[in-house]
């Protein structure tokens, strides 16, 4: 119990410097409360995975000191009038996260599979400093999960779970609290319509045993959703408002850790990379955070792997090169001031794109392109032990985007969703065997990752219907 407090702790105290430092605190005071652990999660994962590119020994000291460095750094950019409020605010995140940490310690029984197991030794390795790049394991199991087991050893623990899974619930909540907040500044929701949605999605997220494995199963499933979440709150919310300049170096972070963590990251981030690159309202001068924040570790990352020959059954030097032009090309349209008219032509573009790898697919690996897609579809309603969400959302997705109010970014609500679903698809259509029924199939176990951003559509969705308005937001 001890070491998992102790990680959200550090966590917490670096994430609130870091949303400190962009100045999402003074908008949104709560929210950073929230997002604070997973931030501090995302920096310790990038500079993990960076010492370790660029072959510095000493992974927890180097990770230390960037934690110490980071807070030093916000508390001297404070305002002396601002400091007890900045105290306030990362002691309440400390004491949120540690709250829910405990509860999730003990309510939730631990469950170990066999890539639990590969976590936990590799964790050891990386903490040892026996773990080199050229690894064919950091081409197969995301870098997140060995970094939060290499700090758990080095605090004395067998293995950790609660601490990750309380910081991606609360980037959870945090990223839906944010966008929901933006709704209601431009349709002034009513309290008792918020408060009836958000209890009916609770209540049925808990109903789902794949929802409720993932507080006591050891793996990056809740992280990786959490890292989407906050990653895509810049670009689902409205770009012409202060509070969400200063939410878009946030989600950089985020996605920077994300295209890091799982092996499709990269294309994950790339489809959210493009809904905020097309946004016009978003400052040109923002691609410097895109890129030095939500690009540029991802990219030297991946240079290191594919220079170092890692190569295992998902990533081999010739895709970790192919990664690094995804995550890249979008910042490049944000960046060429020439490419500026691309911009509002994105998004029907990456569906285009994304409609011909799948139709391609389909013709030329008719067999495993169709067992995998049936397979996915069977998981989600009977196999995959979802219970009844898929059957409920995908109706109330489909009833969303066929009825009104139209919301002002949903062609960016659209890429994200049904674009992962679009990857989720093209992934089961190039592996050598087709996903397997059951719950602890690969892509069923994707499908964590995009859960909370559906939730939330339809709840948007549902919020602003109550309004009675047929109005954009």
């Not at 997973?38 to 960037?66: F, P, S």
């Not at 690894?135 to 950790?160: K, M, N, T, W």
């Not at 030097?317 to 032509?345: C, E, H, K, N, Y």
């Not at 994200?416 to 089961?428: A, D, H, P, R, S």
Request: one cysteine or more; hydrophobic letters at 55%.
């Amino acid at each position: 119990m001890i070491p998992e407090l102790v990680l959200v702790t550090a966590w917490s105290v670096t994430g609130w410097s870091a949303v400190s430092l962009a100045g999402l605190n003074r908008d949104h005071r709560v929210i950073a409360i929230l997002i604070a652990p997973l931030i501090g999660l995302a920096i310790t994962t990038v500079t993990g995975g960076l010492t370790l590119a660029i072959g510095v020994d000493g992974q927890v000291e180097v990770i230390a000191a960037v934690v110490i460095a980071v807070s030093v750094a916000a508390a001297f950019r404070t305002p002396p009038g601002r400091r007890i409020d900045c105290t306030l605010g990362v002691a309440a995140s400390m004491g949120i996260a540690g709250t829910v940490a405990a509860a999730v310690r003990l309510i939730a029984s631990p469950i170990l599979t066999f890539d639990s197991y590969k976590f936990i030794k590799l964790g050891r390795t990386l903490e040892s400093n026996d773990l080199p790049i050229s690894s064919a394991s950091l081409a197969d199991y995301p870098i997140v999960g060995l970094e939060i087991q290499a700090f758990g050893r080095a605090l004395g623990a067998e293995f950790v779970i609660a601490a990750p899974a309380t910081a991606g619930l609360l980037g959870i909540v945090g990223a839906g609290s944010f966008i929901v907040q933006a709704v209601n500044g431009r349709v002034q929701l009513s309290a008792t319509s918020i408060a009836a949605t958000l209890v009916s999605g609770t209540v049925l997220a808990l109903s789902s045993y794949m929802l409720r494995l993932q507080f006591s199963l050891l793996n990056s499933h809740l992280v990786v959703a959490g890292l989407l979440s906050v990653g895509a709150a810049a670009a689902l919310a409205t770009a012409n408002t202060e509070s969400h300049r200063h939410m878009v170096p946030v989600s950089a972070m985020a996605l920077s850790a994300l295209a890091m963590t799982r092996a499709e990251g990269p294309l994950v981030v790339a489809l959210v990379m493009i809904a905020l690159v097309a946004d016009q309202e978003l400052p040109r001068r923002t691609w410097r955070q895109l890129g030095t924040m939500g690009v540029l570790p991802a990219a030297v990352w991946y240079w290191r792997l594919a220079t170092a020959g890692a190569s295992g059954d998902i990533l081999s030097p010739t895709r970790s090169a192919f990664m690094i032009g995804v995550l890249a090309a979008p910042v490049a349209v944000l960046a060429i001031p020439q490419l500026d008219f691309i911009r509002r032509w994105l998004v029907p573009i990456a569906f285009g794109a994304l409609t011909c790898a799948i139709s391609g697919l389909a013709v030329a690996e008719p067999e495993g392109f169709g067992t995998s897609a049936a397979t996915t579809a069977g998981n989600l309603l009977t196999t995959g032990s979802w219970g009844a969400v898929w059957w409920l959302l995908v109706p109330a997705i489909a009833m969303g985007i066929m009825t009104g109010p139209t919301l002002e970014r949903e062609d960016s609500w659209l890429l994200i969703l049904l674009g992962f679903g679009g990857l989720v698809m093209i992934l089961g259509g190039i592996r050598d065997f087709p996903f397997r029924a059951g719950f602890g199939d690969s892509g069923n176990r994707m499908m964590i990752h995009i859960v909370p951003l559906a939730f939330l559509f339809v709840i948007v969705k549902t919020l602003v219907a109550s309004r009675r308005r047929s109005i954009p937001i």
